[in-house]
């Protein structure tokens, strides 16, 4: 996908992501599979993949069906599985052609695997899907026997995996809520090997890989942490993830440069006044691009090496960054939005901050944008 209407730029370091998995890998004892749905958090799928590939993982847990068929073209020996799972005929029709790995949580999933399924000479492979404490998607332990009834009586469906999702991982203060999610797993995943199933437990996402070690099982499902950021960042249990590295820079142009004497105001609102003489870049990003306008008169962007504040609100494509104190900043000079080189350069944390989200929302809107991707 590439949009025409903008002038953002969004760069991927490969390497950091790679350095990334390299950690998580040290601290698991069992598989990772790299969480790479909704374009690889904004990264871009394929070539995070791809990359993540090249050191060794084998198995992928992208999001939709679609999104999961696209990724098994570029990488035919991998396992691909689909967090989300068929939703539609049309998913069907792709699970039947295709042998990706449906995360399956509901009869209505169960319908449409077995009808892929049934289209099939080969058997089709399914994680199934428990709630243990989310209350969003899946199976719970009660319905386990109902389930097992129904793979009896399926036997071109073959599960290979269970899981679960953790609400809480990266909240110390919840701990014992994931506890509690870790002992109904638990316990599911007893009842589904009583009755003979082979499958590979998992269950944690970054945080759990990283905090939670009783609950890796054999298989472990980290997103956030691949793409740099701490899931413990202002928690007492901050070191646990503090040598991750951020991959995700965004750039935008600076397109005018100008006086804003003293007593002037800026922008739609005129929601913030000079209150000396100063000088301000306007720079191409806005709303448009994912940039929210949450950030107006909050966020900042780094200009020459040096923090700019964002003054007033930010507009459709454009938002005007104080450089009174920053010399040298002409049109065509680049601000980053995001990352950046040197020690100033802006957190995915730090940014998410002003604009009063999460750093997985501030990558997915932002990745949106056009990409290159390096080392
Ligand atoms: C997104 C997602 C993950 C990854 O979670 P992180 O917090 O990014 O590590 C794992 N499992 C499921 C089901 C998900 O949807």
Same mark, same amino acid.
């Given at each position: 996908?590439?949009?025409? !209407?903008?002038?953002?730029?969004? /760069? $991927?370091?490969?390497? +950091?992501?790679?350095?990334?998995? &390299?950690?998580?890998?040290?601290?698991?004892?069992?598989?990772?599979?790299?969480v790479?749905k909704a374009?690889?958090y904004? /990264?871009?799928?394929?070539?995070?993949?791809?990359?993540?590939?090249?050191?060794? +993982?084998?198995? #992928?847990a992208a999001g939709t069906i679609?999104?999961?068929?696209?990724?098994?073209?570029?990488?035919?020996?991998?396992?691909?599985v689909s967090l989300l799972g068929p939703v539609?005929?049309?998913d069907?029709?792709?699970?039947?052609?295709?042998? =990706?790995?449906p995360f399956v949580g509901s009869a209505e999933q169960m319908?449409l695997?077995?009808? +892929?399924?049934?289209?099939?000479?080969?058997?089709?492979?399914v994680c199934l899907k428990f709630d243990t404490g989310m209350s969003r998607l899946g199976f719970t332990l009660d319905d386990v026997?109902?389930l097992?009834?129904?793979?009896?009586?399926?036997?071109?469906?073959?599960?290979?995996m269970a899981s679960s999702h953790l609400a809480c991982a990266d909240e110390?203060?919840h701990?014992?809520h994931v506890?509690k999610q870790g002992a109904r797993f638990?316990?599911i995943?007893?009842?589904?090997?009583?009755?003979?199933?082979?499958?590979?437990g998992c269950l944690a996402n970054s945080a759990g890989?990283?905090?939670?070690?009783?609950l890796?099982? @054999?298989?472990?499902r980290p997103g956030i942490?691949?793409?740099?950021?701490?899931p #413990? /960042?202002?928690?007492?249990?901050?070191?646990?993830?503090?040598?991750?590295?951020?991959?995700?820079?965004? #750039?935008?142009?600076?397109?005018? =440069? &100008?006086?804003?004497?003293?007593?002037?105001?800026?922008?739609?609102?005129?929601?913030?006044?000079?209150?000396?003489?100063?000088? =301000?870049?306007?720079?191409?990003?806005?709303?448009?691009?994912? !940039?929210?306008?949450?950030?107006?008169?909050?966020?900042?962007?780094?200009?020459?090496?040096?923090?700019?504040?964002?003054? *007033?609100?930010?507009?459709?494509?454009?938002?005007?960054?104080? =450089?009174?104190?920053?010399? *040298?900043?002409?049109?065509? $000079?680049?601000?980053?939005?995001?990352?950046? @080189?040197?020690?100033?350069?802006?957190?995915?944390?730090?940014?998410?901050?002003?604009?009063?989200?999460i750093?997985y929302e501030? #990558?997915c809107?932002?990745?949106?944008?056009?990409?290159?991707?390096?080392?």
């Amino acid at each position: 996908m590439s949009i025409t !209407y903008n002038k953002i730029h969004v /760069h $991927v370091r490969l390497g +950091a992501i790679r350095a990334n998995y &390299r950690l998580l890998s040290s601290k698991s004892g069992g598989e990772i599979i790299p969480v790479v749905k909704a374009d690889a958090y904004g /990264h871009g799928m394929a070539p995070v993949a791809q990359a993540l590939h090249d050191e060794g +993982a084998r198995t #992928f847990a992208a999001g939709t069906i679609e999104e999961s068929c696209e990724l098994a073209e570029v990488l035919p020996d991998a396992r691909i599985v689909s967090l989300l799972g068929p939703v539609d005929g049309v998913d069907a029709d792709l699970m039947a052609k295709n042998g =990706v790995v449906p995360f399956v949580g509901s009869a209505e999933q169960m319908d449409l695997a077995a009808e +892929a399924a049934g289209r099939r000479t080969a058997p089709l492979d399914v994680c199934l899907k428990f709630d243990t404490g989310m209350s969003r998607l899946g199976f719970t332990l009660d319905d386990v026997p109902a389930l097992l009834n129904r793979l009896k009586q399926t036997p071109k469906l073959r599960p290979v995996m269970a899981s679960s999702h953790l609400a809480c991982a990266d909240e110390p203060e919840h701990f014992e809520h994931v506890r509690k999610q870790g002992a109904r797993f638990q316990a599911i995943l007893d009842a589904l090997r009583r009755a003979g199933l082979n499958i590979q437990g998992c269950l944690a996402n970054s945080a759990g890989l990283l905090a939670h070690g009783a609950l890796h099982h @054999e298989a472990q499902r980290p997103g956030i942490a691949l793409y740099g950021v701490n899931p #413990f /960042h202002k928690t007492p249990m901050e070191d646990m993830g503090r040598e991750l590295t951020p991959a995700m820079d965004v #750039f935008a142009p600076v397109v005018q =440069v &100008r006086d804003l004497p003293k007593g002037r105001t800026i922008s739609y609102g005129a929601s913030y006044t000079a209150d000396r003489d100063m000088r =301000v870049a306007v720079a191409a990003a806005g709303y448009a691009d994912g !940039y929210s306008r949450g950030l107006s008169n909050k966020g900042q962007a780094l200009v020459a090496g040096k923090r700019a504040n964002i003054l *007033g609100r930010v507009c459709m494509q454009l938002c005007i960054l104080d =450089v009174t104190e920053i010399s *040298g900043v002409r049109p065509g $000079v680049q601000a980053a939005l995001l990352g950046g @080189e040197g020690p100033q350069a802006i957190r995915p944390e730090e940014l998410a901050g002003w604009w009063g989200t999460i750093p997985y929302e501030v #990558f997915c809107l932002l990745g949106l944008n056009r990409k290159t991707h390096g080392n």
